[in-house]
């Protein structure tokens, strides 16, 4: 007797593995008797609504009882769908089911998937199986996998923080308890770091403003103090400084300036990189190192500083000195 579909009962569990959907059905035919051991063809439909986004086939033999197992994704694929691919985040996906005995395909209907598909949703966070934020024993969380970058795709620096705005504070840091002997923030560099490294650097643009460098020393543009007085680095700290020969040669200094011995003129002219100097705007402090020179005496000409030293009687000479010009 050939065996029919027409009004066939499916009786079908439902549950979902870690590569596919698994499914069990018993199959009967129109007088309810079981189909045992029967070679049949099972076609599956996976519709997000009422589009088909996957469809398979299977050939699979029922047992004694007329019952089959059947895992959905391994299944021959029809059409250009892709299991793999997906997107169980929706939740109106429907499962069509048709058996063919013989006869042709059976249209069993379509039903609702009741339940998630939790492990095919994992696979979307399927790298948290190899992941790049370790969390340790104590609740810890480390990464050690490259740079990270915040409003920055490609961070240069092991942490880069860009605000493409300026409306807000781009980065914030506060301590609602703060214990005594703690710090909010705290910098530290390897011991013997050169004195050249910096703890911390602060740019306008290109332009270097401030620095603290490993030595403890700093450099800021300019300082503002409490009484709103503002003090630039050339103030608080020496312009040049140096120690000249009496011929003129510089032994030692600041690196910022040359000096020239005009004997026309019986006279010393400094020149200060970058400085056009007038006696009246800085503080000059002569050293005379000769024991011949009793007095000296500061001007300046053409934006140089000019020296000239005496003797006793009030002649002009050469002579060993040092400056320093605030």
């Known amino acids: 007797m050939r065996l029919t579909l027409i009004g066939a009962i499916l009786i079908c569990g439902i549950c979902f593995s870690q590569q596919g959907i698994n499914y069990k ?29 996957y ?23 029809i059409g250009a769908g892709d299991f793999s691919t997906i997107d169980w985040s929706s939740a109106n996906h429907f499962l069509n089911v048709q058996i063919n005995t013989g006869d042709g395909l059976t249209d069993m209907g379509t039903t609702a998937f009741k339940t998630v598909p939790y492990a095919k949703v994992a696979d979307v966070a399927k790298s948290l199986e190899n992941p790049l934020w370790i969390k340790n024993s104590a609740d810890r969380i480390s990464y050690n996998a490259g740079n990270v970058g915040v409003g920055d795709s490609n961070p240069l620096s092991p ?44 740019q306008n643009g290109s332009e270097i403003v401030a620095a603290v460098n490993a030595d403890g020393s700093a450099r800021f543009k300019s300082v503002q103090f409490e009484d709103n007085s503002v003090q630039t680095t050339a103030a608080i700290g020496p312009r040049a400084f140096g120690f000249i020969q009496s011929s003129g040669n510089i032994t030692s200094g600041s690196g910022n300036f040359t000096v020239e011995w005009v004997a026309a003129l019986n006279r010393y002219e400094i020149t200060i990189s970058g400085i056009n100097y007038f006696y009246r705007n800085f503080s000059t402090f002569i050293t005379t190192v000769t024991s011949n020179v009793v007095r000296s005496r500061i001007t300046s000409n053409l934006g140089k500083i000019v020296v000239y030293l005496y003797n006793a009687s009030g002649a002009p000479l050469q002579g060993e000195f040092q400056f320093i010009t605030f």
């Open 25 to 53: 059905a018993v199959v009967k035919d129109g007088s309810g008797n079981i189909v045992a051991n029967d070679l049949i063809a099972v076609q599956f439909t996976i519709l997000d609504g009422a589009t088909t986004v």
């Open 55 to 77: 469809g398979e086939t299977h050939t699979p033999t029922t047992n004694e009882n007329g019952i089959i197992i059947l895992n959905i994704g391994e299944g021959a694929p």
């Open 159 to 202: 942490f880069s923080v860009i605000q493409s705005t300026g409306i807000e504070n781009t980065m914030r840091l506060e301590s609602r308890d703060h214990p005594a002997g703690k710090d909010l923030l705290e910098l530290q560099i390897p011991s013997g770091s050169p004195a050249t490294s910096q703890f911390i650097e602060m």
